[in-house]
């Protein structure tokens, strides 16, 4: 005997809440992978803007004697006469890429900072040519290693 009743035939919406759920979490999952991924890349570039700017700093002073002060290394003027090889696109912190150039007196997120001394700890921003120390600092997105901020200092 043929059955008269016709067969639904689909999905519950049990079934489709279930399926909905699961690609919300794997979504969230890729999102959250994606964006640690896209951390340590500008992690990374912090390290190698900061190592590229010091070395340029220790060819500034092994020709001058002297360091650079935080006046110069924020004018466009100043490093394109005297550092030339410096890209200064690594002064730029790439979490905020339409930041001016300019580098901070301490450290802060999405920048760089440049502390510059003189032998005695004290400011020589008024005489520049007696700049005898320095301290980089890029701050993390998060931590590296345990730490917050990658530093770099003046290598003598």
């Given at each position: 005997?043929?059955s008269?009743k016709?067969?639904?035939?689909?999905?519950?919406?049990v079934?489709?809440?279930?399926?909905?759920?699961?690609?919300?979490?794997?979504?969230l999952?890729v999102?959250?992978?994606?964006s640690?991924?896209?951390?340590?890349?500008?992690?990374?570039?912090?390290?190698t803007?900061?190592?590229?700017?010091?070395?340029?700093?220790?060819?500034?002073?092994?020709?001058?004697?002297y360091?650079?002060?935080?006046?110069?290394?924020?004018?466009?003027?100043w490093?394109?006469?005297?550092?030339?090889?410096?890209?200064?696109?690594?002064?730029?912190?790439?979490?905020?890429?339409?930041?001016s150039k300019?580098?901070?007196?301490a450290?802060?997120?999405?920048?760089?900072?440049?502390?510059?001394?003189?032998?005695s700890?004290?400011?020589?921003?008024?005489t520049d040519?007696?700049?005898?120390?320095y301290?980089?600092?890029?701050?993390?997105?998060?931590?590296?290693?345990?730490?917050?901020?990658?530093?770099?200092?003046?290598?003598?």
């Open positions: 005997m043929i008269l016709k067969r639904n035939q689909g999905f519950t919406i079934e489709l809440l279930i399926v909905i759920v699961v690609i919300g979490i794997l979504a999952l999102i959250t992978t994606y640690g991924i896209q951390a340590k890349a500008r992690n990374s570039k912090r390290q803007d900061v190592q590229s700017i010091q070395t340029q700093l220790e060819a500034f002073f092994s020709q001058n004697g360091y650079p002060s935080l006046t110069d290394m924020n004018s466009a003027t490093l394109t006469t005297n550092m030339k090889s410096l890209d200064q696109n690594a002064l730029i912190d790439p979490k905020n890429p339409t930041q300019t580098l901070l007196t450290p802060a997120a999405n920048s760089y900072s440049y502390a510059v001394t003189d032998s700890d004290a400011s020589c921003e008024a040519t007696n700049c005898a120390k301290t980089l600092t890029a701050t993390y997105e998060g931590t590296v290693n345990g730490a917050t901020t990658y530093t770099k200092s003046n290598l003598d």
